[in-house]
T-cell receptor, first 111, second 117 residues
């Protein structure tokens, strides 16, 4: 299982772009990279997933370099409502895979 | 639109009681998971299941057991609740196969906050 490392916390202001990087040095060939967002007293919810290069959806972008040993979640123009804990998770797409979360990154957005 | 349902949002139990936490998903997912979340410790995997009657231990299985008699239902059992099991418990499910819904993307329930007195 690929171990992930993220910064414990980050601070930002409204309207700024925020980039959160996750290190996963022992990622396996078949592993996907998935990011989740969690608000207090709620379960995490899916933000974005990628395998290589760049993926973009209506919420965020995910940048994955060629060696895939890290990934960066990019949140454009954050607002106060983006204050949450963000987790990256690396796992292969098969049944029976333990999905282990790291400690996550607490993002605090101020006005 | 609710896809993963946890039967109880809040529970208060006494030390030594047997506790059942129920989770049901309607997405026909193979995988189901139980996590607990505590301040400063993040999400920790207790048990998971990849098929009916199949189960695997996660990082912290001690003091817990699970049951999966039907594909859509995954139960977490505390045989004899203790105060150190006071926590938020989160159930999730995923399909292991890569596809339109993503590769092993987890869908979580709302959580069950258990207090053991």
């Amino acid at each position: 299982l690929a171990k992930t490392t993220q910064p414990i916390s980050m601070d930002s202001y409204e309207g700024q772009e925020v980039n959160i990087t996750c290190s996963h040095n022992n990622i396996a060939t078949n592993d996907y990279i998935t990011w989740y967002q969690q608000f207090p007293s709620q379960g995490p919810r899916f933000i974005i997933q990628g395998y290589k290069t760049k993926v973009t959806n209506e919420v965020a972008s995910l940048f994955i370099p060629a060696d895939r040993k890290s990934s960066t979640l990019s949140l454009p123009r954050v607002s106060l409502s983006d204050t949450a804990v963000y987790y990256c998770l690396v796992a292969r797409p098969q049944a029976g895979t333990a999905l282990i979360f790291g400690k996550g990154t607490t993002l605090s957005v101020s006005s | 639109d609710v896809k993963v349902t946890q039967s109880s949002r809040y529970l208060v139990k006494r030390t030594g009681e047997k506790v059942f936490l129920e989770c049901v998903q309607d997405m026909d997912h193979e995988n189901m998971f139980w996590y607990r979340q505590d301040p400063g410790l993040g999400l920790r995997l207790i048990y998971f299941s990849y098929d009916v009657k199949m189960k695997e231990k996660g990082d912290i299985p001690e003091g817990y057991s699970v049951s999966r008699e039907k594909k859509e239902r995954f139960s977490l059992i505390l045989e004899s609740a203790s105060t150190n099991q006071t926590s938020m418990y989160l159930c999730a499910s995923s399909t292991g196969l890569a596809g339109l819904s993503g590769a092993n993307v987890l869908t979580f329930g709302a959580g069950s906050r258990l207090t053991v007195l």
